[in-house]
């Protein structure tokens, strides 16, 4: 039997590209040794946005389009919404009894910003287990491996923790989920800070070609490169950090080469990274209208994946509940 793969993805905004290169791409590889869980995850989503549920339901749909469109699967792979998978609460209230509060008071993505989730009205005891949440996430379906980046290792840390306390209380044998950590390349934003929905930077994917003009004009570049003629520096150049991810080596050698002497002005610089990244979303575009153009057979994907989920989110519970003699 191949291992399981787990990973998901909260439904908060439309995907950009370092959703793509952080995560979307690791996952789209790893379905050729893995069995994959992708999960929509609209509980998590609400954990600091609960005021605002109708955007979300929005971004659900969306995301699970941009996934098929970049190579998921949904044959292959099991995609599903977390919200349609009830066994998945079940085995999160389980868990928040053998979770000393000890084990949550220490998680970082919480302890750091307990501040800022108050100053949002965020401080809610939902975002305090959001970790306990992803645990059954993961257990709900036996999870072997977890691809996540390096932000999310405490939480995958607390998840073994959580699971081995659960075997060794209950005799059940889910898997210890481990990390399978991203690589990921730096992906600054438009502005040269690091890529975020809050800071505004982001370059969205799957967009129609002039809205990536258009956001391409708008980068920022080298700030000492102020004249045509002065020769700029691409090492700090967000334009050319976007080239290494779009453009081919070849290209990149002669922007890193032309930028240096002022062979090339920075629109038509930009102009080349609109041009390769438009290429690069063409297909999964053409894929993600063709979704768009049919609801019902998204609709039905959907539906398959989250019966299939529910179906392993069964077996599981069932066999929980079992040794708790339920
Ligand atoms: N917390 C993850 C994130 O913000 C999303 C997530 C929810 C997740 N449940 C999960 C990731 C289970 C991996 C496994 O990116
Ligand atoms: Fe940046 Fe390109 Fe301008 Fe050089 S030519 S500063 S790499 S945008």
Request: net charge neutral.
């Amino acid at each position: 039997m191949k291992q399981r793969v787990m990973s998901g993805m909260r439904t908060t905004n439309r995907l950009h590209i370092g959703n793509y290169f952080g995560a979307l791409k690791n996952w789209v590889e790893l379905q050729k040794d893995y069995d994959c869980f992708f999960g929509a995850m609209n509980w998590h989503a609400l954990t600091d946005g609960y005021k605002t549920p109708d955007i979300f339901t929005k971004f659900t749909k969306d995301m699970i389009m941009d996934w098929i469109a970049f190579g998921i699967d949904p044959k292959k792979s099991i995609v599903y919404i977390q919200s349609e998978i009830p066994e998945v609460l079940e085995l999160q209230m389980l868990f928040s009894m053998i979770t000393p509060l000890g084990w949550l008071d220490r998680v970082t993505t919480w302890k750091d910003s307990i501040e800022d989730l108050k100053s949002k009205d965020a401080y809610n005891l939902g975002r305090y287990s959001y970790p306990v949440l992803q645990t059954a996430d993961i257990a709900i379906f036996k999870g072997n491996k977890v691809p996540v980046g390096l932000d999310q290792v405490p939480h995958l840390e607390l998840s073994r923790e959580i699971v081995r306390r659960l075997n060794h209380l209950y005799k059940t044998k889910i898997p210890e989920p481990a990390q399978l950590l991203t690589e990921n390349p730096a992906i600054v934003g438009t502005d040269g800070r690091k890529m975020s929905k809050s800071y505004g930077n982001i370059i969205p994917l799957l967009e129609e070609p002039q809205v990536i003009v258009d956001m391409a004009k708008k980068m920022v570049t080298d700030p000492a490169r102020v004249r045509r003629t002065d020769p700029g520096n691409p090492e700090v150049c967000p334009v050319f950090m976007t080239h290494k991810l779009f453009s081919p080596t070849t290209e990149q050698a002669e922007v890193d080469r032309d930028c240096r002497t002022a062979a090339i002005g920075c629109m038509d610089c930009k102009m080349k990274l609109a041009t390769n990244i438009n290429a690069f979303m063409k297909k999964p575009l053409e894929k993600r209208k063709e979704l768009l153009n049919n609801p019902g057979q998204l609709d039905e994907i959907i539906e398959d994946g989250c019966e299939r989920a529910r179906a392993e989110a069964k077996k599981t519970m069932g066999e929980v509940r079992s040794e708790l003699g339920w």
